[in-house]
């Protein structure tokens, strides 16, 4: 739909700069013309008469130019959310400050989404807690995501590659970082990458995949060390934290399983309940490359044993 969208806008901007350019220099002019102390005449012969053709002219020449973007714009749209049969569904869920996708056979990723080449794919998408909006400004396709009812979105995508995914309502702190992509396969890359594993990765390996696949990269690593939004990650397991509480705590596999699951149960001193739960988002094995990943953070992890 992007070529459609694309000249329905260059329509609308061609109106609106000729409209404004002729106005604006209409203004101008005739300023300058019946300036205070100039020659002009002010009283025309003719005034009184010959009027009504002018008047007819500008009412129906720009009646005539906003019909058609008013019809144009209305068959775009229709189509736009005319969802198509057979399309592949896949199920979106917005929440503060991802977006968790899942493909029809099961497979989840967070702020990406892989699609196939060429065939219609539909978006059935709700919100968790606030509005938020899915936007895929390449496909010119938005749509508002809200809690407690579904909406949905189709795109066909037509060239292979990764696209920018963005949220485009306002839904809180972190809004400006819920964006990601939405990679375009070949049919054929796409069946592989559904029927991907990861049995070549180590746990470690997985991990930090799943790491990156969480964001929890965009806090956790965050370029900002005087200013940091989470405590870093680096030297935390076996380590004694300090939490907000006064209390102290060993940092060990059950405290970071926990910390991801119910971060709020255990808040660090200085720092804020900011992280999301990751509760049902993350298998055991996911958990435990995660858990592993986390521990290879620590350069010598005092006490801990090794597998
Ligand atoms: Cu979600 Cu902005």
Known sequence: MAAEVDH??????????????????????LAFKYRRGSKAERHSAGHGHGTMLLEVTWIVIPLFLSMIMFGWGAAV?????????????????????????????????????HVPLGQPVRLNMISQDVIHAVYVPAFRVKHDVLPGRYTSLWFTATQAGEYHLFCAEYCGTQHSLMKGKVVVLEPAEYQAWLAGTKLNQTPVQAGAALF????????????????????????????????????RVLADEAYLRESILRPAAKIVKGYQAAMPSFEGQIGEEGMNDLVAYLKSLSAQPPGSSQP
Request: charged share 25%.
């Open 77 to 113: 749209f229709f189509r736009l959310f005319d969802m198509p049969d057979g399309a592949m569904e896949v199920h979106v869920v917005g929440k503060q400050w991802m977006w968790k996708f899942q493909h029809p056979d099961g497979r989840r990723e967070i702020n990406e989404l």
């Open 212 to 247: 990156d696949e969480l964001r929890c990269a965009t806090c956790h690593r965050a370029a900002e060390p005087n200013r940091p939004r989470c405590p870093s990650l680096e030297d935390v397991f076996g380590s004694q934290v300090d939490l907000a509480d006064g209390t």
């Open 8 to 29: 329905l806008l260059f329509y609308l901007l061609l109106v609106s700069s000729v409209m404004t350019l002729g106005i604006a220099s209409a203004i101008v002019f």
